[in-house]
């Protein structure tokens, strides 16, 4: 079963950190572009991050310098390292894989549109 899990959500004041994790199952980064998503109440779902089989990575404007999209290719996980973190950082958040990675998308940021697996989400919560 193609499946992703996202962990590592949580509630912090404004400037703490937090790391999600994504771990996949039933397939492999090797053929796929990843990406981490968010979506606020009343908002529509945003690229954050995305990291693409060949190592390239995008960010949307307002993370760029703040938080970095990594990914372990043995053991099949993706990770968003956000710091810094702020108010408007507060959503659920969710990893995505697009496959296959074709070179379109290589130097642009994912798109919800893109993506053809979804984890379920993890709720971040930034307070001041």
């Known amino acids: 079963e193609v499946q992703l899990v996202e962990s590592g959500g949580g509630s912090v004041q404004v400037g703490g950190s937090l790391r999600l994790s994504c771990a996949a199952s039933g397939f492999t980064f090797d053929n796929y572009c990843m990406g981490w998503f968010r979506q606020s109440p009343g908002k529509d779902r945003e690229g954050v991050a995305s990291?693409?089989?060949?190592?390239?990575?995008s960010y949307t404007d307002s993370v760029r310098g703040r938080f970095t999209i990594s990914q372990d290719n043995t053991k099949n996980i993706l990770f968003l390292q956000m710091n810094s973190l702020k108010p408007e950082d507060t959503a659920m958040y969710y990893c995505?894989?697009?496959?296959?990675?074709?070179?379109?998308?290589?130097?642009?940021?994912?798109?919800?549109?893109?993506?053809?697996?979804w984890g379920q989400g993890t709720q971040v919560t930034v307070s001041s």
């Open positions: 990291i693409k089989n060949d190592g390239t990575k």
């Open positions: 995505a894989a697009v496959g296959p990675c074709v070179s379109a998308l290589v130097f642009r940021l994912l798109a919800a549109s893109d993506a053809n697996i």
